[in-house]
């Protein structure tokens, strides 16, 4: 199973988990059918002209119903943000494999899910909204919640023992590790550039390789730059996970995101940047940290308040080996590689596990915060957005590209304050793919539905869709795809004793052959050939008439044969072992020759020989020895 | 035969300059670079003149691995590139490449700057050499070249400490470099998987020690320096600045912590703050627990101890100093030695191993009246304690190395001669592998027989894997096939592939034997007896009757015919192809034996 990813758009159909008590949420009118049937006003709620689910937010999991997960035997993660619905799978589908993943990537990954879980626990809603979610009823919500799909599917969020138990089943690797799976195919994890520790995968056996590429960048940013090379010579490459954002260039919304924070701060107001604990983060306090002084903001605050909010600062100083080159080279310094260590150090940069405690002394405003959650449904986010909402002074700037943020604001309209888009994608566009589809030339290219024509809104977009030759063989939710492989060959080892037994024929110049009899021993699929038994000596005369008694246990099938028989040679042969009476005769096809003592009649033809003879086995074999001379063995 | 050469330039029966030649199906690897702390002449960098005489060192070496950093595994790695002339890739570990350039230039500047020695590499050397250095990760698969491959392994001694898998085609050799099998207070322990190389190559400092539990040493140490400072001493604990200095630093902070002990503890200045420094941001490689923790608290920032001034050695009352270099034959630690050697009440702890020539071997050895520089004597007062926590493997360490990985031959270096000899009967007689000692400069050559691969045809794999599944398939099962040979590849096929590939015609060599049969019944109720006669023996085959007459024995016809005049005789035909020659033999002459007496 290739990557583990949780859908948490749906909770954008929920309403916010505020984490003080909000008397505008708490008053929002509950959703009345249009006859006027009041029986759902409990669970729904009407906000500005939509309709949320009050209840705590669910999410929309990878499909389980299709095959049987208990037979997954390994789960391949991409990124930290591939692995949020691991939980779900390893602790309530019987599977019982392994998964593999990069330890930067379980490390922030549990990060992610703790955060997750902290956020959703501290605010305990007693009511779980089901009575929306039957078919029936669904039927008749308004848009978007009508049309969200496998509304029965969503779970709640899982706990932070079923996220220890998910996460003790992955097995650590290295980039460029090579792992042997059942002796059957080798998986190796590739440097994919997007974040920490996010990898590509190769999936190959000796003859056939296939190309995982999920995620990937082709910009310096903090991790170690995407492994290109490795990725060549593939039969298939699968390709997913390109930017959500293929119109917005990275750089130029850096540059947007810290004029748009100049300007609010300078104003006297305050900055929410909505946002996950770590991975972009990092290059906007590192882009802020250049900036600051230039743009004359040294004395404004930085807030970033999460519950992992320290471990992700701790940690993202402790991968060097996980980098790009540059923060490579400070380590050896040494240095810390990110200077949010020096932010830190400065005071200009503080860090809380939440609003509450040591927060509400320090707070000064004006301020940047960051804080999660980017869909704005949880997190310490949702009172930031309840606090400044009603100020035209502040400004929340969106970078996360995961969430559409008219959606994320809706259960807060009407609102005051200033919102800016500023989505930072760092992963492939169409352009930089076309571009590595040239570079690596895969044999078939594997990709989302979504990536083989123009995006729905912008169909005149042509460039904005995989371009490549032949077209990309494109998949759906819950389809089955074959892969054009024609397996022809695999590796197998001959030990060396039965290599030197082997006798070579030149057959044509250049071209030698051998029979093999061996025996084949077949172990975690690796296969060795053996030397075969040497016939068991029977130990007495007078048992060997018994031992033929038996029928042959075995069957070893004797070698095919080829050629042709040249008549006159075969003729003086004959004659030379004693048969006198040779007669030769020719038929249509070829001859016969005739051995009247011995009552023998054989067949001679181009491509064929036939013997007929009495029941004599000395005669019989005598005359297959002779015939084979002229043959050769295969 | 395709052989392994292995030639040890240094650690062949000594401990000091590892520098260990290999090679292996037409690769040549050199493992460490190291120098000699004992000697302070030529003989203190490995014999390079070796590998080549006139040629280029870069067109002899594939590529050159250092296991870890400390000088006696990469001293002479200067010397090696920019002096003598190598341009090829060195590999190390992330960390070994961080620190390695530091203890070099600080060794140039004790060789140099205080012993006034020139012809010796310089800064400049020392980084133009890291640049060649190529870092890789844990358990990545370096492709040096199409064929040569190399791995590192986690060896737990210091920090980035690594085993080395060097592998071509399936031959390969594990070398170790200096390992530790148990984890310690800031370091987890050597592992490698069963990957049954060819030969292993095992430091064996150790060799005929098996150490007591590490908390008992622990206690002992702890013990010793609580008395002596109670007693208002000074202690000097002799260190490589990283290392074991972390470990015995993190002991004493808790316990100075739990004792709520007052004396000062001083790290002697400069590298040691830097060396803590990388322990903090190569967390990564340190232990679990470490690893857990360090968010909440890192165990490499200190409270009790501090950097240590020059001038605090005159100070009066109690005081512990670690100071660098560890085997103190230079540097602060001697000197610190020399003002402290003549108090009864001081002690000296060295924690590690000390080679032979310097003042820490001198003095471990019982040597109590030193001749220092200019004639002096030196008389050593202070009391000398040896604790043995140098992490390198010991005796029982080895051997479960050994069992780990299940190599086919073993090499001892890195060990004096005498203790390997003990060692190496041991390996024999547990795990009945040969086990080599060669001196340095001597060749150790063993011969390999490796499986050779050649391509199988997925079809004739799958047939003959399908017969092979059969239950009850204890008897080994044959598998035929053609072996095409053509240009360097090796493929094999079913015969009729090979055949067809090559264009022939198959040429069938079919026999029919007349089989003459007494029996005066009628044709078919002898057909049917010679039917029950065949299924009755033949239990395993397949054999029909079929409606024209005839029966099949698998792929055999055998049919009756009226040629005969005598009644009283019928004719079987049997009838078979070549392919069925043991079948179609045994079939004629278990039917010209006739049929059995009982009345069908």
Known sequence: MLDCGLDMTSTLNFLPLPLVQSPRLSKLPGWVL?????????????????????????FCLPETELLDLSTVDVILISNYHCMMALPYITEYTGFTGTVYATEPTVQIGRLLMEELVNFIERVPKAQSASLWKNKEVQRLLPAPLKDAVEVSMWRRCYTMPEVNAALSKIQLVGYSQKIELFGAVQVTPLSSGYALGSSNWIIQSHYEKVSYVSGSSLLTTHPQAMDQASLKNSDVLILTGLTQIPTANPDGMVGEFCSNLAMTVRNGGNVLVPCYPSGVIY???????????SAGLSNVPFYFISPVANSSLEFSQIFAEWLCHNKQTKVYLPEPPFPHAELIQTNKLKHYPSIHGDFSNDFKQ????????????????????????????????????????????????????????????????????????????????????????????????????????????????????????????????????????????????????????????????????????????????????????????????????????????????????????????????????????????????????????????????????????????? | ??????????????????????????????????????????????????????????????????????????????????????????YMTHPTKAICPILLEDYRKITVDKKGETNFFTSQMIKDCMKKVVAVHLHQTVQVDDELEIKAYYAGHVLGAAMFQIKVGSESVVYTGDYNMTPDRHLGAAWIDKCRPDLLISESTYATTIRDSKRCRERDFLKKVHESVERGGKVLIPVFALGRAQELCILLETFWERMNLKAPIYFSMGLTEKANHYYKLFITWTNQKIRKTFVQRNMFEFKHIKAFDRAFADNPGPMVVFATPGMLHAGQSLQIFRKWA????????????????????????????????????????????????????????????????????????????KKMEFLKQKIEQEFYVNCYMPANGETTTLFTSPNIPVDISLGLLKRESAIGLVPDSKKPKLM?????????????????????????????????????????????????????????????????????????????????????????????????????????????????????????
């Not at chain 2, 395709?2 to 300059?17: F, S």
């Not at chain 2, 043995?388 to 360490?397: E, P, Q, R, V």
């Not at chain 2, 065949?534 to 409606?547: A, E, F, R, T």
């Open chain 2, 342 to 417: 003549g108090n009864e009440k001081n002690m000296v702890i060295m924690p590690g191993y000390c080679v032979q020539g310097t003042v820490g071997h001198k003095i471990l050895s019982g040597q109590r009246k030193l001749e220092m520089e200019g004639r002096q004597i030196l008389e050593v007062k202070m009391q000398v304690e040896y604790m043995s926590f140098s992490a390198h493997a010991d005796a029982k360490g080895i051997m479960q190395l050994i069992r780990q990985a299940e190599p086919r031959n073993v090499l001892l270096v890195h060990g004096e001669a």
């Open chain 2, 480 to 600: 035929h096939g053609t072996l095409i040979m053509k240009d360097n590849s090796f493929r094999l096929v079913s015969p009729e592939q090979a055949l067809k590939e090559l264009g022939l015609g198959e040429h069938q060599l079919r026999f029919t034997c007349r089989v003459h049969i007494q029996d005066p019944r009628k044709e078919h109720e002898m057909v049917l007896r010679v039917y029950n006669h065949l299924k009755g023996v033949l239990k395993d085959y397949s054999v029909q009757h079929l409606p024209d007459g005839s029966i099949m024995v698998e792929s055999i016809l055998i049919q009756a015919t009226a040629q005969s005049e005598d009644q009283g005789t019928k004719v079987l035909l049997v009838s078979w192809t070549y392919q069925d020659e043991e079948l179609g033999s045994y079939l004629t002459s278990l039917l010209k034996k006739g049929l059995p007496q009982t009345t069908a």
């Open chain 1, 366 to 634: 004006p301020c940047v915060v960051f804080t999660g959650h980017p869909s704005l449904r949880f997190g310490d986010v949702v009172h930031f957005m309840e606090l400044w909402g009603k100020s035209s002074l502040n400004t929340v700037i969106f970078t996360e590209p995961d969430f559409s943020y008219l959606d994320a604001l809706a259960p807060y309209q009407p609102l005051a304050m200033k919102c800016v888009y500023c989505p930072i994608d760092t992963r492939l566009n169409f352009i930089q793919v076309s571009k590595l589809l040239k570079e690596v030339q895969p044999l078939h290219v594997v990709c989302p539905e979504q990536y083989t024509q123009p995006p729905p809104t912008q169909s005149h977009r042509t460039d904005l869709m995989i371009d490549c030759q032949p077209p990309a063989m494109s998949y759906r939710r819950a389809e089955v795809l074959t892969l054009p492989f024609k397996r022809r060959y695999e590796k197998i080892e001959i030990m060396p004793e039965l290599a030197d037994s082997l006798v070579p024929l030149e057959i044509k110049p250049g071209i030698s052959l051998a029979t093999v009899s061996a025996v084949l021993h077949t172990k975690d699929n690796k296969h060795v050939l053996q030397p075969p038994p040497k016939p068991a000596q029977p130990p007495a005369s007078k048992k060997r008439k018994r031992v033929s008694d038996d029928a042959p246990e075995c069957k070893p099938l004797k070698p095919l044969l080829s050629g042709s028989i040249p008549m006159d040679q075969f003729v003086q042969t004959l004659e030379k072992h004693g048969f006198s009476d040779v007669k030769v005769e020719d038929t249509a096809k070829g001859h016969i020759v005739l051995l009247q003592e011995a009552e023998t009649l054989i067949q001679i033809e181009e491509d064929s020989t036939h013997i007929i003879c009495d029941n004599d086995e000395t005669l019989r074999v005598k005359l297959r020895d002779l015939v084979l001379k002229f043959l050769q063995k295969f």
């Open chain 1, 283 to 293: 290059d906007l306090l590192e882009c802020l940290y250049q900036y600051i002084d």
């Open chain 2, 1 to 90: 035969m395709p052989e392994i050469k292995v030639t040890p330039l240094g650690a062949g029966q000594d401990v000091g300059r590892s520098c260990i030649l290999v090679s292996i199906a037409g690769k040549n690897v050199m493992l460490d670079c190291g120098m000699h702390m004992g000697y302070n002449d030529d003989r203190r960098f490995p014999d390079f003149s070796y590998i080549t005489q006139n040629g280029r060192l870069t067109d002899f070496l594939d590529c050159v691995i250092i296991s870890h950093f400390h000088l006696d595994h990469c001293g002479a790695l200067p010397y090696f590139s920019e002096m003598v002339g190598y341009d090829g890739p060195i």
């Open chain 1, 34 to 58: 249009k006859d006027g049937n009041t029986f759902l006003d409990k669970e729904l709620k009407e906000c500005s002209g939509h309709v949320f689910v009050d209840s705590a937010p669910e």
